[in-house]
C-alpha cells in the first residue's frame, strides 16, 4: 500500500516534469514575467537606488506571487482537455498522492527556478545586501505554499473556459497571509531583527498546506471536474 | 430519535410556504426596529465627548460589520450542509447569502471610511481590521464569481460551497496575520483598537440596531432565497399552479 | 433623554459632520432598500416567466390535439 502510494506520487512528479522539459517556452514563461515585469519597476517608480531599496523586498515578492498564480491555471487545464484527469479520477489509486505529485513538479519548474533567479532582481532592485538571504529563504518556502494553494483554485476553476481570471480572484485573498510574513522575513533580514521568527510561521503554513491542500484539492476535482 | 423535521426544513415547498406567512411579520418587526434605532441614535443619543456627532455613524457600522462577518460564516453552513446532506435549499440559501453578505461588507467598509474622515482625517488608512474587512470582501467577490460562472448549476453550486469553506479556515488566519502585520508597522499617530465602554444611553439604540439589521438580514435572505426557489423549482407543479393563480389575479386586476 | 439638536436644520448640519453621517445614512439606506426591492421585481419577473412558459405549453398541447 505504501509503495503504490509513493509509486502515484513519483509517477505524477516524473510525468509532468517530463512534459514541462518538452515544452521549455511554456515552462520558463512564469520565470520571463517575473524578470520582465521587474523592469517596469524602475520606469514607474523611480531609478534612484535608495527609494528602490525600500520597496524592492516587496515588488519581488509580488511578482513571485503573480508569477506563480498565472502559471497555476495550467496546472490541470491540459490534464482536462486531453481526459487523463479522468483516467485518473476513475483510477483505483489515492488521489491524493498523484494530486501532491503534480503540485511538486509546479514547484520545481516555477518556484524554485524563481527562487534561484530572485537574486538577480535584488541586484536590478538594489535590495540592501541583508535581505539575500531572507528573500531566498522565504521564497523557497513561500512559493511551495503559493503553488498549493493556487492548486485548490486550478481545481475549483478548471472546467471553466476562461478559467484564469476567475482563478486570480478565487485565490488572492487566500494569498494574503503568505505575503504578509514572505514580506515580513526580507524586511526583518533588512532591518537586523531575527528573521527566522516570520520564516518559521511560513514554514508552519506550509507544513499545514501540504497536510490539508492535496486533499481539498482531490475532493474539488472529484466534485468539479465531472460537468 | 425522530428525524423528520430536519427533512422537512430541506423542502423548498415548505420553506416557501413558511416565509410566505412570516415574511410580513418579520419585515414589520424590521421597519420598527431600523426606524426606531435610526431616530433614537440620529436624534436622541447623547454626543460623543471626542468624535462629536460623527460618532453616530456607528448605528450603521457596527451592525453592518457584525453581519458582513456572520453571514459569511452563515454562508459557508450552508453550504457544509449541502455538500453533506445534499440538500437543494441550503445551495439556495448559500446563493442568495452572497450578494447580501458582500453589498453588507461594502457597507461596512463605506460608512467606516465616511467614519474615518472627520475622526482621524483620512478616509482609509491600512488598519488591521479595515484590511481584513476588505480581504472579506474580496472572499465574497471569489464566491460570487465562481457561483456565477459555471453554466452547470450542481458543479457552480458545490465549487462555491468548497470556496466558502477554504475561506472560513482561512479567515482566522488572515486576520491573525494582517492583525501581526499591523503592529509591525502601526503608525503611531492613529489608534482605532480602544473600544471604551460605551454609556448605556448610546449602547441602547445601537443594540436596536443590531437586531434591526438581523432582521433586515433574514428578510432579505428570504426573499432571495424565494427567488432562487421558483427558479429552480420552476418545473414543479407546485410553483407551476403558483404562476398561474398570480398571473390569473393580474388578469382579473385587469378587468 | 432629550433631542440634541435645537431644531432640525442643526440636525442636518451636525456641527459639520452632517455630510459624513448623513452620506453614510443615504447609502445604507439606498443599499438596504436595493436588497429588498431586488428580489421582490425577480420574483414577480419569475412567477411571470414560469406563467407564459406554462400557458405556451398549453397552447402548443391543445394546436397538437386538434390536428390529430
Known sequence: MRSSASNGFCAYLRRDLRLSHRRLGEAASPLIFFIMVSTLVPLGITPDPASLALVASGIIWVLALLATMLSANDLFAGDYQDGSLEQLLISPQVLVMPVLGKVTAHWLVTGLPLTIVSPLLGLMLSLPEAGYLPMMASLALGTACLSLLGAVGAALTVSLQKGGMMLALVVMPLYMPVIIFGGATVQFGIDGLAWTGPLAILGAMLAAAIALCPLAIAGVLRLTSIN | ?255 | MKFQFQDLSQMLTMDGHGVYVWSAVIVTLIIIIGLIVRPLLQHKVALNQIAQDLAREKLRKEVAGESN
Open chain 2, 1 to 255: 430519535m425522530n428525524w423528520t423535521w430536519f427533512y422537512r426544513l430541506g423542502s423548498p415547498l415548505w420553506f416557501y410556504q413558511t416565509t410566505t406567512r412570516w415574511l410580513p411579520w418579520l419585515s414589520l418587526l424590521a421597519i420598527v426596529l431600523l426606524s426606531t434605532g435610526l431616530i433614537w441614535g440620529l436624534g436622541f443619543a447623547p454626543q460623543d465627548a471626542k468624535q462629536g456627532n460623527s460618532f453616530r455613524i456607528i448605528y450603521l457600522h457596527v451592525p453592518t460589520s457584525f453581519l458582513a462577518l456572520a453571514g459569511y460564516f452563515l454562508m459557508a453552513a450552508a453550504g457544509a450542509i449541502g455538500l453533506i446532506w445534499k440538500m437543494k435549499l441550503s445551495y439556495m440559501i448559500m446563493k442568495s447569502a452572497a450578494p447580501i453578505g458582500a453589498a453588507l461588507t461594502f457597507l461596512a467598509l463605506f460608512t467606516g471610511a465616511v467614519w474615518g474622515k472627520p475622526t482621524w482625517g483620512s478616509y482609509w488608512v491600512w488598519d488591521a481590521r479595515i484590511t481584513s474587512m476588505l480581504i472579506l470582501l474580496f472572499l465574497y467577490f471569489g464566491v460570487l464569481a465562481l457561483q456565477y460562472a459555471f453554466h452547470n448549476e450542481e458543479a457552480g453550486n458545490k465549487a462555491s460551497a468548497v470556496l466558502a469553506l477554504v475561506g472560513t479556515v482561512n479567515i482566522p488566519i488572515i486576520y491573525k496575520s494582517v492583525d501581526w502585520w499591523y503592529t509591525l508597522h502601526q503608525p503611531s499617530t492613529i489608534k482605532l483598537t480602544s473600544a471604551p465602554s460605551m454609556h448605556p444611553d448610546m449602547f441602547q439604540p445601537l443594540l436596536v440596531m443590531i437586531l434591526g439589521f438581523y432582521c433586515f438580514y433574514v428578510v432579505a435572505l428570504c426573499l432571495f432565497t424565494r427567488v432562487e426557489i421558483l427558479r429552480r423549482e420552476r418545473k414543479t407543479t407546485w410553483v407551476g399552479e403558483l404562476a398561474a393563480r398570480s398571473s390569473y389575479e393580474v388578469e382579473s386586476d385587469k378587468k
